[in-house]
């Protein structure tokens, strides 16, 4: 992978143990996830008159829709990079990450031309603090 095709990952803690997780995905990474989706695709649909796996690009933008295969593109890119920005920042999440804003504004924003940022939040494990240590006591029973 490229330098310029790199995640860009910033972290910030919420109320209640949340962690608030923005992604910057540049353009090149839209791009083949976008030409990827239209591959996948071609290759599983079924289109009258055509063999599968060889229905041209252009019919099948026509028939499916630019909005499916973006879709398509968009959850697929959500997903390798949501695994990449866990690994690069050692977060062990609670649950599946939600998509602040939803899925369809930022379906809205994708396009591979541009730069993506998302926002992911997701629940973490809660850090303890004790506010006083001094004069706490242990006892232990003899085995």
């Known amino acids: 992978m490229s330098k310029a095709a790199e995640l860009q990952v910033k972290t910030s803690n919420r109320p209640s143990s949340r962690l608030e997780i923005a992604i910057k995905i540049p353009a090149e990474r839209c791009k083949a996830s976008f030409d990827e989706a239209i591959s996948r695709l071609s290759r599983s649909v079924k289109i009258p008159g055509f063999?599968?796996?060889?229905?041209p690009r252009a019919v099948l933008l026509q028939q499916i829709g630019l909005v499916r295969i973006r879709a398509t593109a968009l959850e697929r890119l959500i997903d390798s990079v949501w695994r990449e920005a866990i690994e690069k920042e050692a977060i062990e999440p609670l649950c599946e990450p939600e998509v602040k804003g939803g899925f369809e504004q930022i379906l809205n924003e994708f396009d591979t031309?541009?730069?993506?940022t998302i926002t992911l939040?997701?629940?973490?494990e809660p850090e303890p603090k004790l506010k006083l240590t001094k004069g706490l006591k242990a006892s232990s029973e003899k085995v």
């Open 113 to 116: 031309e541009k730069t993506l």
């Open 51 to 55: 063999r599968q796996g060889k229905v």
């Open 121 to 124: 939040e997701i629940d973490v």
